[in-house]
């Protein structure tokens, strides 16, 4: 079975494909490839590790994805991203630092972002919960209709 981060890294790179982005590893990586290119474990400057993901669009650094294992909470981990945006090699901030109008323009208030990231939390966990009721409720069918089975086809002592 994969480990939560491989797991989490491969939802991610599902949901990227999913909305147009090219992701690809940075030996291979072409920012130009696609409108919205996402680059996995991208070095950051030394002593700062990796980004899990950096993001770029037309082929300008746009923004970092630091992937959580699942039922993390995603409030807390901003001064992560921030970090990691903070620390990219000085040829990328250079040449890619998102410019802050597309920020302004794509990006809701701060405050909202935090009312968001709650909601999302909120609605993971009933998806959550409801996943283990159903799961729950399948066992219990199984179950029911191996009884069934059994009672149709072996009889039932009297």
């Given at each position: 079975?994969?480990?939560?981060?491989?797991?989490?890294?491969?939802?991610?790179?599902?949901?990227?494909?999913?909305?147009?982005?090219?992701?690809?590893?940075?030996?291979?990586?072409?920012?130009?490839?696609?409108?919205?290119?996402?680059?996995?474990?991208?070095?950051?400057?030394?002593?700062?590790?990796?980004?899990?993901?950096?993001?770029?669009?037309?082929?300008?650094?746009?923004?970092?994805?630091?992937?959580?294992?699942?039922?993390?909470?995603?409030?807390?981990?901003?001064?992560?991203?921030?970090?990691?945006?903070?620390?990219?090699?000085?040829?990328?901030?250079?040449?890619?630092?998102?410019?802050?109008?597309?920020?302004?323009?794509?990006?809701?208030?701060?405050a909202?972002?935090?009312?968001?990231?709650?909601?999302?939390?909120?609605?993971?966990?009933?998806?959550?919960?409801?996943?283990?009721?159903?799961?729950?409720?399948?066992?219990?069918a199984?179950?029911?209709?191996q009884?069934?089975?059994?009672?149709?086809?072996?009889?039932?002592?009297?």
């Open positions: 079975m994969a480990q939560p981060e491989q797991q989490a890294q491969e939802e991610i790179d599902r949901l990227l494909v999913a909305a147009g982005w090219r992701v690809c590893d940075l030996a291979k990586a072409n920012i130009h490839a696609a409108r919205g290119v996402a680059i996995r474990e991208f070095p950051l400057e030394s002593g700062f590790g990796c980004a899990d993901y950096l993001l770029y669009v037309d082929g300008k650094a746009a923004g970092v994805i630091e992937a959580k294992k699942q039922g993390a909470t995603l409030t807390g981990v901003e001064s992560q991203r921030v970090r990691a945006e903070d620390h990219l090699p000085q040829h990328r901030r250079q040449s890619g630092k998102p410019d802050p109008r597309l920020s302004q323009q794509l990006l809701p208030p701060l909202e972002q935090h009312r968001i990231v709650a909601e999302v939390d909120r609605l993971l966990s009933i998806a959550r919960e409801a996943k283990a009721e159903v799961d729950t409720n399948l066992k219990r199984q179950s029911l209709r009884a069934i089975l059994s009672k149709a086809f072996c009889g039932v002592p009297q």
